[in-house]
């Protein structure tokens, strides 16, 4: 990153990616079934997360992408795994009553392959 990005005058910086669970439903334009939102301040990453549940409770939460709230690690992929572990468990316990929770169980379970090793490619 050739200069630091700046937070807006709340400390909510504007993610550089953001990974995201579209929901399944056709037409629909409101918030996604999961998201987690990444940007690399440099020194290291900062990552929020962002769930909304359409069943039961229609339990949901999402976090600012802030120093603020603390959520650091050194690497993308080490920001993608601490976001994943807090996901998983607001939402692992739900996952036997919830459609929507199942969903997002899988999904992370696809964005860091557990043997990454076994999808590089050969180099030649």
């Known amino acids: 990153m050739s200069a630091r990005a700046l937070p807006n005058e709340n400390g909510v910086y504007d993610p550089q990616e953001c990974l995201t669970l579209h929901r399944d439903a056709k037409g629909w334009c409101g918030l996604p079934t999961a998201e987690i939102k990444l940007i690399d301040l440099g020194d290291y990453w900062l990552w929020a997360t962002g769930f909304q549940m359409m069943q039961g409770d229609c339990c949901g939460s999402a976090s ?12 993308r992929d080490a920001a993608i795994d ?30 860091r392959p557990a043997q990454p090793d076994l999808f590089a490619r050969a180099e030649a």
């Not at 036997?96 to 964005?111: F, K, T, Y």
């Open 82 to 111: 601490a976001a994943g572990e807090y996901l998983r468990g607001r939402i692992e316990t739900r996952a036997n009553e919830s459609i929507d929770a199942r969903r997002i169980v899988a999904w992370l379970d696809s964005l």
């Open 64 to 75: 600012p992408l802030s120093d603020m709230h603390g959520r650091r690690a050194p690497t």
